[in-house]
């Protein structure tokens, strides 16, 4: 079971990577710095929108309902879903706001189009739902399918010439394709009868556990990509763009953390508590894979990333090829936050995770006022790699509740834990 859901994960994240790879590079050259700016940082409003609107309710339902029977999973499912219908509107409209007094009326109308799916984002609570029993192939296929035929149609845009407007309506087909197959499940399965079920007191619970995690992974975000938005205030949309040109590269790695969460999230949460012994090996484990792709990244990208920049952009982005450079450096410490977050879920200490971003996110603002009038997007660059290491890994060095995972963290970094304790995955 976990091979083949892995299987069918690797396969679904690597065609989206390539296509986002290959068609996001085309669209970025085509549109250059300054409406690629303007595109990219629209988009990543819908993307803070579209967790928000989550709540954290999807990391908590994969391990609640892979832990309760049939009966009590239904009643979890439909309590969950109807909370992120109700956050979806909501936050539909607040990224239209933002959209407007970020970017005015031209960014307030790439708005509409992109967050219009937020109103049914409690789709991912089914993928929660297939995650949970250990069938992420579902969710694999199904997102495999959105991907390719939103790509096909970008690249038919690109092509033709569309405007703005429409390029946008193609990003935001990938997640209404997905939306029209789980409501399709769905009404087969009967699953959309339970909807009409609610309990106050599991309301109560999920969202106890998911609000921590949602400031944890809103804050996450936040520190990912605060700098594009203050670069777009401090150095206009051009800047904005030659960084967003950089970061595409640097953080196609970044699918990987996900893809093993995804993965073995389910397993983790059944060992730590059934064997504790088991729970650790399996932490090494998935660490020391942590550690061997970050140095992968970094070392990929040092060789090759001026002549990816050159060979994929033109010379309109020549700058983005040492920004590539430096924010690879943040790839090591990101899977690592990546991976201690999904495990203090699964532990419930999901407050130090909302603390240690905090932290980082503090940093990389103030770095950020001093860099970035000074270095453009290179100072950013340099930014994220402290604020990362800060939040990700220094913080569990320090700080003692944390102590363990830091521990295993260190012990990581030879990538020899991956060689020693790969078996304890598959069993």
Request: proline share 3%; aromatic share 10%; charged share 10%.
């Amino acid at each position: 079971m976990v091979i083949r859901n892995l299987s069918w994960l690797t396969l679904s994240q690597v065609v989206r990577m390539g296509t986002g790879f290959l068609v996001g590079t085309w669209l970025t050259r085509s549109l250059g710095p300054e409406k690629s700016g303007l595109l990219s940082t629209a988009v990543l409003i819908g993307t803070w929108m579209g967790h928000a609107s989550e709540l954290g309710l999807k990391q908590v339902l994969v391990k609640e309902l892979s832990m309760r029977p049939a009966q009590e999973a239904d009643l979890i499912f439909a309590t969950a879903v109807r909370i992120m219908l109700l956050t979806g509107a909501a936050c539909t409209l607040l990224g239209c706001l933002f959209a407007w007094l970020f970017g005015g009326v031209e960014m307030l109308q790439l708005g509409f189009i992109l967050y219009a799916p937020l109103f049914l984002n409690a789709y991912q609570g089914v993928f929660a739902r297939w995650d949970a029993a250990q069938q992420s192939q579902r969710t694999a296929k199904v997102t495999l399918a959105a991907n390719l035929l939103s790509a096909a149609l970008r690249g038919l845009m690109i092509w033709l010439g569309f405007s703005l407007g429409w390029l946008a309506f193609s990003l935001a087909l990938e997640a209404l394709i997905s939306i029209g197959i789980a409501l399709a499940w769905c009404s087969r399965r009967g699953w959309l009868r339970h909807l009409r079920r609610w309990d106050g007191k599991i309301a109560h619970r999920l969202l106890a556990e998911s609000l921590p995690l949602l400031a944890a992974q809103v804050g996450s975000l936040l520190l990912l990509k605060v700098d594009q938005m203050m670069l777009f205030r401090l150095r206009g949309p051009a800047e904005a763009g030659i960084y967003a040109a950089a970061t595409r590269l640097s953080e196609l790695i970044y699918a990987a953390a996900p893809l093993m969460i995804t993965s073995f999230m389910p397993l983790l949460s059944r060992a730590h508590h059934q064997d504790i012994g088991l729970y650790q090996r399996r932490q090494q484990a998935l660490f020391g894979a942590c550690t061997l792709i970050g140095y992968g990244s970094v070392l990929g990208w040092w060789l090759v990333g001026a002549q990816a920049v050159a060979l994929l952009y033109g010379p309109a982005f020549a700058a983005a090829a040492p920004v590539l450079q430096i924010h690879a450096l943040a790839t090591l410490p990101l899977m690592h936050g990546e991976m201690r977050g999904a495990l203090l879920v699964i532990e419930q200490k999901t407050r130090w995770s909302v603390r240690c971003v905090a932290a980082g996110l503090a940093l990389n603002v103030l770095l950020n006022l001093w860099l970035i009038p000074a270095y453009g997007a290179l100072g950013a660059a340099w930014a994220t790699v402290f604020s990362y290491t800060l939040a990700w890994f220094l913080s569990s060095v320090v700080l003692p509740p944390l102590r363990q995972l830091g521990a295993v963290q260190s012990a990581s970094l030879t990538g020899a834990a991956f060689f020693k304790h790969w078996r304890a995955l598959l069993s």
